[in-house]
């Protein structure tokens, strides 16, 4: 909400910092894009003592899924499924689910539209309800820059990365920011569970390189 309020206000910055665990070695300098997307299908059912006669909808979503990760390449995850039928004894006649694609690159046109086609083909409604594009900068910009330039002054060596989340850069730049980088401690391959932790060697680490690079970003402005 904060990132979306930025840029409704026409907020801009030289520079911007995210903060996001990039293992406090990491500079991330992309990040994929997401699409949020409702999957609907439905089916005539059947009894569950033969379920290789029936026409199960809980079937044709799982099924839609692995065809629309096989379209579009990118990763597909179900975040939130539904799926009933008139009995406990009967195939489910109805099942929808909350899918989070991340993509690569940009949603190409006609795309969603090819997608919607093919599922309702098979009695499948496609619904997107959100889009973020995925965004990458040039390691050679000012923020990347004064961030290995800090990490290599502490002796460590600097790694560029490109995340395969999404983060407020993608809603940030270029509108808000003319250079833009992301940088912390923590680990991400950890982000959103419940081992997820920031060492106090990391932490302190990270606010060593973030006040270098910021008075370093502060000397180029001036």
């Known amino acids: 909400r904060g990132a979306k309020h930025l840029r409704e206000t026409g907020f801009h910055a030289p520079y911007m910092l995210i903060g996001e665990p990039t293992n406090t070695t990491g500079i991330a300098i992309g990040y994929r894009g997401s699409l949020s997307a409702h999957l609907e299908c439905k089916g005539l059912g059947g009894h569950t003592s033969s379920p290789e006669i029936g026409d199960s909808a809980l079937e044709k979503l799982l099924n839609a899924v692995g065809t629309i990760k096989s379209l579009t390449g990118d990763s597909v995850a179900i975040v939130e ?19 989070d694609i991340r993509l690569g690159r940009e949603v190409k046109p006609g795309e969603l539209e090819r997608i919607r086609s093919i599922l309702g083909e098979i009695g499948c409604v496609f619904t997107v309800k959100t889009y973020v594009p995925p965004v990458r900068v040039k390691p050679q910009e000012p923020v990347p820059r004064v961030l290995v330039r800090s990490l290599r002054r502490l002796g460590l060596k600097p790694r560029i990365l490109v995340k395969k989340g999404t983060s407020d850069m993608n809603l940030l730049y270029p509108c808000c920011a003319s250079s833009i980088a992301a940088y912390g401690p923590g680990d991400p391959s950890l982000s959103h569970t419940y081992r997820e932790y920031i060492s106090e060697a990391s932490l302190e680490t990270s606010v060593v390189v973030l006040l270098e690079a910021l008075e370093d970003l502060c000397s180029i402005f001036a």
Do not use: F
């Not at 499924?81 to 899918?99: D, M, S, Y």
């Open 81 to 99: 499924l539904h799926a009933r039928g008139p009995a406990n004894n009967v195939l489910p006649t109805h099942a929808e689910a909350l899918l």
